[in-house]
């Protein structure tokens, strides 16, 4: 492995260092979840994109369908590396009796780094707003993530993927979130390229989330298509 490689895999492994947070008191019993991932990207002129998304989470160790996102949004080139965002999230919450629906409005900067040393590294800040029974006001929330991926080989239909996204919300809701830290989602995995246009990540998750007097964890399956559409 070059010297390059080396520092590349350095500042993954710093960076995502730093993002976590750590566990305090974390819960007894960790939960297995489950979550399969559909995103479609299209490109509808030279500078302008859609996003597609839906995110069906199968929780309580993989026995129970506990939340669906549903995500769509407009994003427009707004420089060679940097795409700007806007969007909204539909998301029913089905855990346990009955069904709460929580809507999110959010903005985001998608940022794509160069190549180094065989690593494509890409970087996203996103902040929500959202609303959900019986919270008495709007949710604030900003997320960062960070992402790095390498293909086996020049001509390897497959690849690697690290990524860690920290999330923290901004403000105190009455009867919701506290502010202060949300929760940490550290990821790692494959990638299999089926065609310049579809593509699987295989991986797993582990996820921190802030409870009252600790933290809590979960263990995630994780399985995604992508689809990238050309205009």
Known sequence: MSRMRVRVCAAVVALTWTMSVPAASAQPNPDRQTWGQLLAIGQVGRDWR???EVQPRVMNDSSELGLTIVRTAVGRRV????????GHAWVPRTLGSGVRHEQRFWQQLSFAGPALGGWTLTARLRVEQRWLEPWEGTSHRV??????QR???AT???GL???NEAMSTLDRTPRGPARGFDRNRLAGGVVRRFSPAVSTDLGYIWETTAIPG?????HVLLAVLNLSVPR
Do not use: D
């Open 50 to 52: 859609t996003h597609v």
């Open 79 to 86: 420089a060679p590396r940097v795409t700007a965002w806007v």
């Open 143 to 148: 997320r960062v993530l960070a992402r790095a």
């Open 151 to 153: 293909t086996l080989g």
């Open 156 to 158: 390897s239909p497959w």
């Open 161 to 163: 993927f690290t990524y």
């Open 214 to 218: 600790g933290r809590r964890h979960e």
